[in-house]
C-alpha cells in the first residue's frame, strides 16, 4: 500500500512539474504530427507518381511542395517548442529543488542524505534535459509511423492485418526489453548514490586514507572499483537489451518485405499496393529506428523524473512562514530567550529506545554567557538547534522577551542568531549587518588583525577574499562574520576546540567577555573545564535532560 500511495505522490509531483508546459507540450505534439501526416502524405505522393503516367507535374507538383513546407515547419515548430519546454522545465525543476530544500524542516533535511541529494541536483537534472532534445524528434516518429500504418491500412487491409501480426510480435519484444532495462537503469541508479558516497569519503577523508594503506586499498577495490563496474555492468546490460530489440526490429522489417513479396508472388497484388507497401516499410524504419535509440534515453529520464518527484515529495511540506522573500530587519532583544516545558523525541529504529530531549525549562538573559556542557550524545546539539528555532518542539514552548514564538513568527525569532557550529559552513560573502557594506573592509580589519588572518583574508566586495585556510583559521573568520553581524545572540558550538592554546585562552578570556559586555547574549557549547569559571551559569546536560544549572560563584569565591 505504502509503495502505491509513493508512486502516485511521485506522479502527483511530475504532473505538478509539467502543468505549466501543458500548452507548449500541446502545440509540440500537434507540430510534430503534422509534421508527421505531411510526411506520410509526401509518401503516398511519391507512390502515386510512380504509378502513373506523365511524372509529377502541374497540381501533383504544388501539392509536393506545400507538402515539403507543412513537414518543414512543422518539424520546426515541435523542435522549438520542444526546445523551450526543455529549457524552461530544468530551470524551473533547478529552482524549485533549491526552494524546497532551503524551505524544507532541517530535520528533514537531516534524514535526507548529501549523497543522495547532490546526485538529483546534478545527473538526474541534466538526464531531463538530455532526453528533452530528444523529445521532439521521437514525437514526429511516432506521428510518421502511425501514419504509414493508416496509409498501408487504406492500401490493403488483408496485407495491412498480416503486416500488424509482425509488428504486434517486435512491439511485444520492445516493451519485454524496455521492462527489463528500466530495472537495470533503476539499479544503476542506485548503485550512483553508493559512488557519490564514496567520493564523498575519499574527498572528505584524504588524510585518513594517506595514513592507512589497507583502507586505502579496500576503499578504492571494495567500493570505488566494485561500484564503477557494477555501474558500468549493469547500464551495458540494460543499453544492450535496447540494442538487441532494436536489431531484431531492422531484421524484421527487411522480412516483412519478403513476406509482402512472396505474397505477391501467390496472389494477385496491384503495383501501386505492392509498390506503397516496400516504400513504406523502407521508409518507416528510419523512424522506428529513431523511436527505438530514443527508448534508452526516455528509461533513463523516467527513473531521473521519479527521482526528482521522490525528493520533492519527501520536501512537499514547507517549514510554515519561512520567509524567503521578505526583506531583512534588524532583530532585537529586550531581556532574554527561553524554554518552558520542550521536549522532542527523535525516531528511533525498530527495536531501540528513542533519544528524548526533556522536558525543558530555561531562562537566558541578555548579557549573560551561558556555557553548556555535558557528555557526547547528552542532548546539547539538541538543546541549541531547538533554542535558535532550528527544530520545532513538539512539546511547550520557546520564548522572547517572555512572549511563545509563534510558528509565524519562528524564522524572525532566528534573526536574533549569529552561530558557528561545530560542523560549521563559512560562506564567502559576508552580511553586511548595521555598518553596510561599504564599511565592511575598514570594521573587518582590526579582527582580522587580531585572530591573526589579517595576513591572508582581505574582504573586497562584501565577500572573503579566500575561505582555503585550516579548520582552525576558518572558525576564526567565521567568528569575524559574527563580530559583523552584531545579532544579539551568539551561539558558538565547539569553537576552541580547534584553536591552539593562545586562542582558545583568547577565545575565552577576552572575546567572549568583551562580547558580554556590550549586551550580548552568549551561549557557549564547551568541553573546556579549565574556563568554566568564567561563565555567569553552567548548563550540565544528561540524558536530554538538564542535570545542573550552576551560577557563578561571586567574584570574592571565584578568586
Known amino acids: 500500500m505504502t509503495s502505491t500511495k509513493d508512486a502516485t505522490g511521485h506522479r502527483g509531483e511530475i504532473r505538478r512539474l509539467l502543468k505549466p508546459f501543458f500548452p507548449w507540450i500541446v502545440l509540440s505534439a500537434v507540430a510534430g504530427v503534422g509534421a508527421g501526416a505531411a510526411t506520410v502524405a509526401l509518401l503516398r505522393t511519391i507512390n502515386q507518381v510512380l504509378n502513373q503516367e506523365g511524372g509529377m507535374a502541374g497540381g501533383l507538383l504544388l501539392t509536393f511542395i506545400a507538402l515539403c513546407a507543412?513537414?518543414?515547419?512543422?518539424?520546426?515548430?515541435?523542435?522549438?517548442?520542444?526546445?523551450?519546454?526543455?529549457?524552461?522545465?530544468?530551470?524551473?525543476?533547478?529552482?524549485?529543488?533549491?526552494?524546497?530544500?532551503?524551505?524544507?524542516?532541517?530535520?528533514a533535511l537531516e534524514r535526507y542524505r548529501t549523497h543522495r541529494l547532490m546526485p538529483v541536483l546534478s545527473q538526474d537534472v541534466d538526464m531531463i534535459s538530455d532526453a528533452a532534445f530528444v523529445l521532439s524528434s521521437t514525437l514526429i516518429a511516432v506521428a510518421v509511423a502511425f501514419g504509414c500504418l493508416a496509409y498501408l491500412a487504406f492500401l490493403s487491409l488483408p496485407l495491412f492485418c498480416l503486416l500488424v501480426v509482425a509488428l504486434a510480435l517486435g512491439a511485444t519484444i520492445q516493451t519485454m526489453a524496455q521492462t527489463r532495462a528500466q530495472a537495470g537503469f533503476w539499479k544503476a541508479r542506485e548503485h550512483e548514490d553508493q559512488l557519490h558516497k564514496a567520493y564523498r569519503a575519499i574527498s572528505e577523508g584524504a588524510k585518513e586514507l594517506r595514513m592507512h594503506r589497507d583502507r586505502r586499498t579496500r576503499m578504492f577495490g571494495g567500493q570505488v572499483e566494485r561500484i564503477v563496474d557494477d555501474i558500468r555492468r549493469v547500464n551495458s546490460r540494460a543499453i544492450n537489451t535496447y540494442v538487441m530489440a532494436t536489431a531484431f526490429g531492422s531484421a524484421l522489417f527487411f522480412l516483412l518485405i519478403a513476406l509482402i513479396l512472396g505474397w505477391a508472388a501467390f496472389r494477385s497484388t496491384e503495383p501501386v499496393v505492392l509498390s506503397g507497401f516496400v516504400l513504406?516499410?523502407?521508409?518507416?524504419?528510419?523512424?522506428?529506428?529513431?523511436?527505438?535509440?530514443?527508448?534508452?534515453?526516455?528509461?533513463?529520464?523516467?527513473?531521473?523524473?521519479?527521482?526528482?518527484?521522490?525528493?520533492?515529495?519527501?520536501?512537499?511540506?514547507?517549514?510554515p512562514h519561512l520567509h524567503l522573500e521578505r526583506p531583512s530587519s534588524i532583530a532585537t532583544l529586550e531581556r532574554g530567550i527561553g524554554m518552558r516545558g520542550v521536549r522532542y523525541a527523535f525516531a528511533a529504529p525498530d527495536g531501540a529506545e528513542p533519544f528524548v530531549l526533556g522536558p525543558i525549562d530555561l531562562q537566558l538573559r541578555r548579557g549573560e554567557m551561558v556555557f553548556v556542557v555535558g557528555d557526547n550524545g547528552s542532548g546539547k546539539t539538541t538543546l541549541i538547534k531547538l533554542l535558535l528555532g532550528l527544530y520545532a518542539p513538539q512539546e511547550g514552548e520557546v520564548l522572547r522577551d517572555d512572549?511563545?514564538?509563534?510558528?509565524?513568527?519562528?524564522?524572525?525569532?532566528?534573526?536574533?542568531?549569529?552561530?558557528?557550529?561545530?560542523?560549521?559552513?563559512?560562506?564567502?560573502?559576508l552580511a553586511a549587518g548595521e555598518k553596510g557594506e561599504s564599511a565592511l573592509p575598514q570594521a573587518a580589519l582590526p579582527y582580522l588583525q587580531r585572530l591573526e588572518i589579517a595576513h591572508k583574508v582581505s574582504i573586497k566586495d562584501g565577500s572573503f577574499s579566500t575561505v582555503d585556510l585550516s579548520t582552525g583559521q576558518r572558525k576564526r573568520l567565521a567568528l569575524v562574520h559574527a563580530y559583523l553581524e552584531g545579532r544579539p545572540v551568539l551561539v558558538f558550538d565547539e569553537w576552541a576546540?580547534?584553536?591552539?592554546?593562545?586562542?582558545?585562552?583568547?577565545?575565552?578570556?577576552?572575546?567572549?567577555?568583551?562580547?558580554?559586555?556590550?549586551?550580548?547574549?552568549?551561549v557557549v557549547i564547551s568541553h573546556d573545564d579549565r574556563y568554566f569559571h568564567l561563565a555567569d551559569r553552567v548548563i550540565t546536560m544528561n540524558a536530554g535532560r538538564i542535570q545542573e544549572d550552576r551560577a557563578r560563584a561571586p567574584q570574592g569565591l571565584a578568586a
Open 497 to 522: 576546540a580547534d584553536q591552539d592554546p593562545t586562542f582558545r585562552h583568547l577565545f575565552y578570556t577576552e572575546l567572549l567577555p568583551e562580547l558580554r559586555a556590550k549586551g550580548h547574549l552568549l
Open 280 to 319: 513504406v516499410l523502407l521508409f518507416l524504419k528510419g523512424p522506428i529506428d529513431v523511436i527505438a535509440g530514443a527508448l534508452p534515453n526516455v528509461g533513463r529520464a523516467r527513473v531521473a523524473f521519479e527521482r526528482i518527484g521522490d525528493l520533492s515529495a519527501r520536501f512537499a511540506t514547507p517549514e
Open 70 to 107: 507543412v513537414a518543414l515547419f512543422g518539424r520546426m515548430a515541435s523542435d522549438a517548442s520542444t526546445n523551450f519546454v526543455g529549457q524552461r522545465l530544468v530551470a524551473q525543476v533547478r529552482k524549485s529543488l533549491a526552494q524546497k530544500i532551503l524551505s524544507a524542516p532541517i530535520d
Open 403 to 429: 512572549a511563545v514564538v509563534t510558528p509565524e513568527a519562528r524564522d524572525d525569532y532566528r534573526q536574533l542568531f549569529t552561530t558557528v557550529f561545530s560542523d560549521f559552513y563559512l560562506f564567502e560573502d
